[in-house]
């Protein structure tokens, strides 16, 4: 009877234990597609950051439209 309950125990441990890597697992897939987005916002804050400077506003340019 107790070998029983104590195979019955290591069983529930075993199935803890993959429960366990399961969440681990899970967590650190959460954790790399929390990295990627933030990598990607960088990235589209960068390409903003560079259109603005690659566009050119003259005060000339800026006046002709004011004028027509």
């Keep these: 009877?107790?070998?029983?309950?104590?195979?019955?125990?290591?069983?529930?441990i075993d199935q803890i234990e993959k429960m366990h890597d399961k969440e681990s697992m899970l967590c650190e897939e959460v954790k790399d597609l929390l990295a990627e987005l933030?990598?990607?916002q960088e990235e589209d804050?960068?390409?903003w950051e560079e259109d603005l400077d690659d566009e050119e506003f003259d005060d000339e340019d800026i006046d002709?439209?004011?004028?027509?």
């Design 64 to 68: 002709e439209e004011e004028e027509k």
């Design 38 to 40: 933030k990598e990607n």
């Design 45 to 47: 804050s960068q390409d």
């Design 1 to 12: 009877m107790t070998t029983k309950i104590i195979n019955r125990i290591e069983k529930k």
